[in-house]
């Protein structure tokens, strides 16, 4: 139990600090100025890289060996790939064909897109807060995907101009991370949520949907058929793995790995 509780609490206050990395580097290491004028993408390039160094080495010292299991990253980034990138096609070709398939994505794009946000927030959100959370520390499903989910949503109020477009994007968000939570469960590893993210919002910033991320009804029909087949596919391979029910995980997680 002491150890679980030491794990909890220094993932928590960690994922914290981590979230404020930006005012270390904005007040001290380059100052303000230059720090509010630098290019968008080399700022979030800096921090999320950083993060990802920092959760990597945390891991290691915390556990005493190699990350990747831990964080969700052993196994299956091929499967995970194939499976994510099937399971946005109706986000591909719906939103393609309502723009007669014209883009002007740049490799810049592709890198946020798959990298800074597909890769690091599922790396950041769910491989290490809600993972480690989950499956060492002993929380459960409910209490373990309230912390991250929370932080997610408010980590995309940016995209609200109003009251109530900030509180749909925090609702949509906040849900959207529980349930990308239990997909990495259903799957046994992170790939699979990492690639889902990815070609998601690289289908979304392809073809120029301009809207904030609720979307309206003729996005949202494409994305909801995305969605519908990750679920779908999701529970059948949680069932077959006798890995669907969450009975007894829903607070406190008693099967905890070591």
Request: with cysteine; proline share 1%.
């Amino acid at each position: 139990m002491k150890g679980k509780i030491i794990i909890s609490l220094v993932v928590i206050l960690t994922f914290v600090a981590l979230r404020n990395l930006k005012y270390f580097y904005g007040y001290i290491v380059f100052g303000k100025e230059t720090w509010d004028v630098m290019d968008f993408h080399l700022r979030v390039s800096l921090l999320n890289y950083s993060i990802i160094f920092v959760v990597f080495a945390l891991t290691i010292l915390l556990f005493k060996r190699m990350p990747f299991e831990i964080l969700g990253l052993k196994k299956d980034i091929l499967k995970g790939m194939l499976c994510g990138f099937l399971f946005v096609i109706p986000m591909f070709f719906g939103y393609g064909y309502a723009v007669g398939f014209k883009t002007d994505i740049t490799l810049s794009d592709i890198h946020f897109d798959m990298i800074l946000a597909g890769f690091f927030e599922e790396f950041f959100y769910r491989g290490f807060l809600f993972g480690i959370l989950f499956y060492y520390a002993g929380w459960g499903f409910i209490s373990a995907v309230l912390i991250p989910s929370i932080f997610f949503g408010i980590g995309h109020l940016y995209q609200a101009e109003t009251f109530s477009d900030g509180l749909s994007v925090f609702l949509f968000t906040a849900l959207g991370g529980a349930g990308f939570a239990w997909f990495y469960i259903a799957w046994r590893s992170l790939w699979l949520v990492v690639f889902l993210h990815g070609f998601m919002d690289l289908a979304w910033d392809m073809f120029s949907i301009q809207s904030n991320v609720t979307g309206n009804l003729n996005a949202n029909i494409f994305r909801f058929a995305t969605l519908g087949l990750a679920i779908y596919f999701s529970v059948k391979k949680a069932k077959s793995e006798n890995n669907y029910s969450l009975k007894g995980k829903l607070w406190l997680n008693k099967e905890t790995l070591s």
